[in-house]
């Protein structure tokens, strides 16, 4: 069954980089495009990027551009969301979904989240 | 503010029919594929409605989704206790970024 499982938890000082991993299993991980989505606490969903496993094309949503950068490891099946610079409005629970939201494929699967915590 | 419109709340009486709207535009809705998630507090987002109208396996049909020029609806029928949760619509744009709704809050009253 096709699964997305996330690290764990993490409480960063402003300023510095949090790095997200997001492992598949299941299916062929260069099929499908990976999508990270955050969700700071009692607030709604925000789109943050996309990256393409087989080629590593990535997308970025503008408010994050120098700041994320969405890479990967074929060879273990892993994904990678980095987020630098770290403020306190970046606390939240970060989320890889699979598929491509431009090709209006399912983005039915995704990861169990990672709870990123800004403080100082 | 999103730039997807969702009212940010809700309700129903159990057994009832509810819609949720999502409001776009041209370069979202207008020309790509909606979205539509349901979330439990402190779970994933779980999806409901891909390419406008399908349901993926294991949705019931008391779920769907509908479309029309910037505009998109989730309707949920025969409402139940279960289904009260936040519900996002969600749509790429052609900026080349995806984007979801602001959320709505349904209450089964």
């Known amino acids: 069954q096709v699964q997305l499982v996330q690290s764990g938890a993490e409480v960063k000082k402003p300023g510095a980089s949090v790095k997200v991993s997001c492992k598949a299993s299941?299916?062929?991980?260069?099929?499908?495009?990976i999508n990270w989505v955050r969700q700071a606490t009692g607030q709604g969903l925000e789109w943050m990027g996309w990256?393409?496993?087989?080629?590593?094309?990535?997308g970025y949503a503008q408010k994050f551009q120098g700041r994320v950068t969405m890479t990967r490891n074929t060879s273990i099946s892993t994904a990678y969301m980095e987020l630098s610079s770290l403020r306190s409005e970046d606390t939240a629970v970060y989320y890889c979904?699979?598929?491509?939201?431009?090709?209006?494929?399912?983005?039915?699967?995704w990861g169990q989240g990672t709870l990123v915590t800004v403080s100082s | 503010q999103s730039v997807l419109t969702q009212p940010p709340s809700a309700s129903g009486t159990p057994g009832q029919r509810v819609t949720i709207s999502c409001s776009g535009s041209?370069?979202?809705?207008?020309?790509?594929?909606v979205y539509w998630y349901q979330q439990l507090p402190g779970t994933a987002p779980k999806l409901l409605i891909y390419?406008?109208?399908q349901r993926p396996s294991g949705v019931p049909d008391r779920f769907s989704g509908s479309k029309s020029v910037t505009s998109a609806s989730l309707a949920i029928s025969g409402l139940r206790s279960e289904d009260e949760a936040d519900y996002y619509c969600?749509?790429?744009?052609?900026?080349?970024?995806?984007?979801f709704g602001g959320g709505t809050k349904l209450t089964v009253l």
């Open positions: 299941g299916y062929t991980f260069t099929s499908y495009d």
């Open positions: 990256m393409n496993p087989n080629s590593g094309n990535t």
């Open positions: 979904a699979r598929g491509g939201l431009h090709l209006g494929e399912s983005v039915g699967y």
């Open positions: 041209s370069s979202n809705i207008g020309s790509n594929y």
């Open positions: 390419r406008n109208n």
């Open positions: 969600a749509a790429w744009d052609d900026s080349l970024s995806g984007l």
